[in-house]
């Protein structure tokens, strides 16, 4: 792929190659959370409405035009009308994720993206920074989820923090492993607010947090709590 500067492909198949990695990457939930883009945030709203759709006409017709029996003239045509639609809104999705502080370069090259050039980010390390949340009911279906520093008991978030990550889940049984937390949000002031579903009320939402830094980097993980959905 390239350099910095020229970082987008030539040929269909390494354009191709390097979509699917992006794909690969922001088809997990907890991924998109990480990088700014889970489904109810402003940039998750635009990712699944204004580029999944692009993504999934330019995918189908690539593999129409590079499958034999199917290679034709009009699968050509309808190739090119696809990546004219799509290519524009990738390029803007690199743009976005490129710009956002907590964006690391491990998180971009994962993405198969290029990284930034060295020296662009300070390291502020969050493997020693610990963190407890505090539940409490608001109201119907509406759950307040605060998160504080262990240490401190303090709820400011230091300015080389973009907040904390709450992972979630609403289970029938016990949730014991913080691996079994399928839905995550990035909060960047305290409380969060967790809206459920009506037929959510009176069941139990396990939650646990981890404090996130602006390279990305996350903290070890809080116990895991319990609360009722109101």
């Known amino acids: 792929m390239a350099t910095t500067n020229n970082w987008f492909p030539s040929s269909r198949q390494e354009r191709f190659a390097l979509i699917s990695k992006t794909t690969a990457f922001t088809s997990v939930a907890g991924n998109r959370a990480l990088i700014g883009f889970a489904a109810d945030t402003p940039n998750g709203v635009w990712f699944d409405t204004n ?36 290519f524009p ?26 990284p930034r ?14 963190i407890d949340l505090i539940t409490k009911p608001l ?9 504080v520093n262990r240490d401190t008991g303090s709820s400011t978030i ?19 492993s913080q691996a079994e937390l399928s839905h995550s949000k990035l909060a960047s002031h305290s409380p969060l607010e967790l ?9 139990t939402v396990y939650l646990a947090g981890r404090w996130q830094n602006r390279r ?9 709590v319990s609360a009722i959905i109101p």
Do not use: C
């Open 158 to 176: 230091p300015y080389y923090l973009t907040g904390a990550v709450i992972f979630y889940a609403v289970s029938d049984t016990p949730v014991t």
């Open 51 to 86: 580029y999944m759709p692009k993504l999934t006409a330019y995918d189908t017709n690539y593999r129409i035009w590079n499958t034999p029996s199917t290679s034709t003239p009009m699968a050509l045509d309808d190739l090119k009308d696809a990546e004219n639609n799509f």
């Open 117 to 130: 050039p060295s020296g662009d980010l300070v390291h502020h390390p969050v493997d020693r920074l610990f």
């Open 89 to 114: 809104v990738y390029r803007e999705f690199h743009g976005i994720v490129k710009a956002l502080p907590f964006v690391t370069n491990s998180l971009l090259e994962a993405m198969g993206f290029p």
């Open 139 to 147: 109201g119907s279906m509406v759950l307040s989820v605060a998160f």
């Open 195 to 203: 809206i459920f579903a009506p037929e959510q009320r009176g069941k």
């Open 216 to 224: 990305g980097e996350l903290s070890p993980w809080s116990e895991i």
